[in-house]
Structure formats: structure tokens, C-alpha cells
């Protein structure tokens, strides 16, 4: 058995992908790292019984991930983690607003429109607030509460000209301010440094997002969402509680474990998606409305995998409560290559 990991994109082995290598050290699996730069790429992957590549938000990331993924997986016939499947929506909120309300799933309310004037004329009895999304980006960077239509009418316009780059949303300086943070500037600040002596440009959020628009219900009175990650047959699920005087939650890092507080109507719906939908694995952040009933938000295939092994157990497809600490990977690994007997080391 031999198992390839894809380096992250233009950049280094991630602490993430290790845990997938100590895990197959750990039980004696042969497994071999990969870049689709190599000149033999192609050739070793022909060798695999497993192929594991965790892409990220980035544009760099995805432009690799779609063009050699489908390859991988259709044409050469090996299995692959993510699988088509559970990640061709990753990262596009119009995907996924698509999908789950195809298959009749709750998911917030939204308006989207790919046509300026639709926009605006929705515009003139649009409930306000509202959310403005772009449709990829991670830890709510992406993401402004619209207070009035000046504001939702000068975005709605600038999508259907310029466009706006990923954490780049006009006015929104307020909120970077507010949570400004300078270890985290220096850290992305020493990372486009690399990247441009690498020849790679400043940014790796290089993509324009234009011609759409997306805006979202905004659901008050939620204090936290509840993430529940599904690995299989496995429901791992904590509490994301609010920035300071901010309805978002999620890049808050304010998490709680407390597991008799998990709403369990969380973790039947996200079994119920994930089992329809055929994920491999699948984070869903979920809110309430007003009404008190549940409304998924968002979904993404990758997530921290810190934050899911302090889960203090897992509950099955039953609501039966299993107690211990587990890595994501673990479990990813145990599915895909099908070995329940696969044992997890210590290790952080």
C-alpha cells in the first residue's frame, strides 16, 4: 500500500500534512511526498492507492487543485482525498447556497444576482441589514454586515465594474482596524516577502471576484454558531462564539467544548447532508433563525484540525457519545484506505 501527499502549493509541508505521515509511520505504511512540479509527478502517481492533497482558499491553491484533481481521480482511477465530490463547491458559497437548496437542506436565505440591473432593482425592497459575501475566503474576511442601501448600492456597483480582490472590500478598513493584530501583519507580511523572491507576486489572492453578487439574510440574536465537522460516520462539534461588539464568529478563536451545550439538531442535519451528499468529510457552521430553527451557513471540506482533536469525543450516526482526543486525519485516513484496525500515535 502506498499512500502520496501533495505539498501545500508554493509553499512548505504543512504541520497538517505531516500528521497524515506520522499516522502512516505509525502503522507501517509506505507513503511518498509529491509536487505536481516534478518531472515524474505523473508517474508515481500511477504507483498510489491513496492521494492526498489539501488545498486551501487561495487562488494559487485552487487553480492546481481543479486542473489535476479530475485527472487523478476519473481518468487514472485513483482514489484521492478530497474526492470531486466533497470538494468542487469548497470555498464558493454560491455553490453550496445551490446545492443544499436543490436538496431542500436549510441554509440561510440569500440573494444572488449575476445581472447589475436585477441587483438593483431587488435593491429597492431589500430587507436591511444584510450580509455582503464574496464568495470564497476564510475567517470572515470576506464578510461585512450592510446597514443601508447607499452602501449595499455602491457594492453592488463597484462587483459589476472593477471588482474587488479577496479581503480587499471597499470601507472595510473599520473592522481591520478593529482587529488588528501585528504579529499576524508580520507573519503575512514575511510570507509575501518569500513569495515575491520566489518570483510569485505579493499576494496569493490574485483573482478578482466581479460580475455577482451575493448577499445573505442576516439572522440577530445568535452570540455563537456551532461548528459540526462529519468525518464519515463521526460528528465532532464546539461552539464559536462572537467577536467583541461583531456578529461574526467565525476567526474569532473563542470556542467552547462544553459538549452538553451542543444542540444535537445540529448534528442529525449535518449527518443528513453529508449522508446525502456522499462527503468524505465536511465542516458545517450552522446558526439559528428567528424562528429558532436551524440554518446552515456555510461548509468547507478542510478546516483547523486543532480545534477538532480538543473535541473531547465524537457522537455516531446513533447520537452515541464516544469519549477521546482524535486528529481529523486519523479518521480521514481510517475511511479512505478502509483499515478500522489503523491506530492513532501521540503526537502534536
Known amino acids: 500500500m502506498l499512500v502520496g501527499i501533495h505539498k501545500c502549493p508554493y509553499g512548505r509541508f504543512s504541520k497538517f500534512l505531516e500528521r ?11 507513503h511518498i511526498r509529491l509536487d505536481v512540479c516534478q518531472p515524474d509527478f505523473w508517474e508515481q502517481i500511477l504507483e498510489l492507492d491513496l492521494f492526498i492533497f489539501r ?30 465530490v466533497t470538494w468542487w463547491h469548497y470555498d464558493d458559497k454560491i455553490r453550496q447556497y445551490y446545492l443544499l437548496k436543490q436538496h431542500k437542506f436549510p ?3 440569500s440573494w444572488i444576482f449575476w445581472d447589475k440591473q436585477e441587483a438593483l432593482k431587488w435593491l429597492e425592497t431589500a430587507p436591511m441589514p444584510v450580509v455582503f ?18 452602501k449595499a448600492r455602491k457594492l453592488i456597483r463597484i462587483m459589476f465594474s472593477r471588482g474587488i480582490k479577496s479581503e480587499c472590500i471597499p470601507d472595510h478598513s473599520d473592522i481591520r482596524y478593529k482587529y488588528f493584530n501585528l504579529c499576524k501583519v508580520l507573519y503575512h507580511f514575511g510570507g509575501n516577502v518569500l513569495r515575491y523572491l520566489r518570483g510569485q507576486g505579493f499576494s496569493q489572492y490574485w483573482q478578482i471576484h466581479k460580475n455577482y453578487v451575493l448577499f445573505q439574510k442576516f439572522l440577530p440574536n445568535n452570540d455563537f454558531d456551532t461548528r459540526v465537522t462529519i468525518i464519515g460516520d463521526r460528528a465532532f462539534a464546539f461552539r464559536r462564539f462572537n467577536r467583541d461588539n461583531d456578529f461574526r464568529s467565525s476567526g474569532s478563536g473563542k470556542i467552547n467544548y462544553e459538549m452538553d451545550k451542543i ?27 428567528e424562528a429558532g430553527e436551524v440554518q446552515c451557513c456555510e461548509m468547507s471540506y478542510t478546516y483547523d484540525d486543532t480545534a477538532v482533536k480538543n473535541c473531547p469525543g465524537y457522537w455516531d450516526t446513533k447520537l452515541k457519545w464516544h469519549e477521546g482526543h482524535y486528529w481529523p486525519q486519523y479518521f480521514q485516513l481510517v475511511d479512505a484506505l478502509k483499515l478500522s484496525g489503523l491506530l492513532q500515535p501521540d503526537m502534536e
Request: hydrophobic share 40%; aromatic share 12%; glycine share 6%.
Open 133 to 150: 459575501k464574496l464568495k470564497g475566503g476564510a475567517g470572515s474576511n470576506n464578510v461585512i454586515l450592510v446597514k443601508n442601501k447607499t
Open 107 to 109: 441554509i440561510v436565505d
Open 20 to 30: 497524515y505521515e506520522n499516522i502512516l509511520d505509525h502503522n507501517g505504511i509506505d
Open 263 to 289: 444542540d444535537v439538531t445540529f448534528i442529525k442535519k449535518a449527518f443528513e447532508i453529508s449522508q446525502k451528499l456522499k462527503f468524505q468529510s465536511m465542516a458545517y457552521d450552522f446558526l439559528y433563525n
Open 55 to 84: 488545498w486551501l482558499h487561495l487562488s494559487d491553491n485552487y487553480q492546481i487543485a481543479k486542473t489535476i484533481l479530475p485527472i487523478i481521480e476519473y481518468t487514472m482511477g485513483i482514489k484521492c482525498f478530497p474526492n470531486r
